[in-house]
């Protein structure tokens, strides 16, 4: 089998995708080969998974950017075109900065931001999540940011520790051990609430500024026309391997959120999710 990830490797669905496949090999009986396709925000790998065979044999670790590429006209697929197995994961977006920066809360970042227009806010790839969450920031505080997109995260992070942007908007995940070394600092989440791995940061709410939820979910996918059957047998192994205690620990000692859902879940998030980007992205101007 081989599972498709449409992220550089080391990134945060780089970093799910590779211990979930491990454990999925016991159940199902053989090697998965996982396989980084990057590019276009995502568009390369999903768009390669979703054309691929539907006989169960390609998947794809398919990611929110599924319900956005789309709306931006950046992408022939839609999340229609898979057929959900499981979800295992929501993260926020979390502004992160270097640990000697000026500013130490977000309200500093914000008036900061807005005597120095042009601030260089990394991302994962140029219109996808962590893009859409620099931009709902900038909406939500009146601020310009110059937005440099990365093939992924964890190039983005390795950019702001050589000091080469002034902030990421990434995941907890791939900023977090940087973070406990001292090297970066997170100043606040951009969520309904405040993250397991990191209880101190507030949220975008707690510092006094009305920013819209934004965070990436990632899963596992075929293509749609992929035999029920052969997707239940996919959806069981999954779903028993992302279960495990050695996925739930190392999943918490990473500083990635758990939300599993099985296929009738994941198919729900996917619809309300387009349906959220289909509305929130003329509203940004993003394009």
Partial sequence: LTLIVPYAAGGG???????????????LGQPIAVVNKTGGGGAVGMTEGANAKPDGYTLTFVTVESTILRHLGLAS???????????????PSVLTVPANAPYNTLQEFIEYAKNNPGLQVGNGGAN?????AA??????????????PFDGGKPAVTSLLG???????VSAGEVLEQVKAGQLKTLAVLGDERIDSMPDVPTFKESGIEATQI???????VPKDTPDDIAKILEDAFMKSAQEEEFVNYMKNAGLQMLLKDSAGFAQTM????????KLIPELGVN
């Fill in 163 to 169: 000091g080469h942007i002034d902030a990421v908007t």
């Fill in 215 to 221: 965070g990436s979910w990632k899963g596992v996918a």
């Fill in 13 to 27: 669905t780089d970093l799910i995708a590779r211990p979930l496949a491990s454990l999925a090999e016991k159940y």
């Fill in 128 to 132: 996808g999540i962590w893009h859409m």
């Fill in 77 to 91: 697929f839609s999340y229609k075109d898979f057929k959900p197995i499981i979800l295992v994961n929501y993260d």
């Fill in 135 to 148: 931009a709902e920031i900038e909406r939500a505080a009146g601020v310009k940011f110059t937005h440099v």
């Fill in 271 to 278: 619809q309300e999710s387009d349906a959220f980007f289909g």
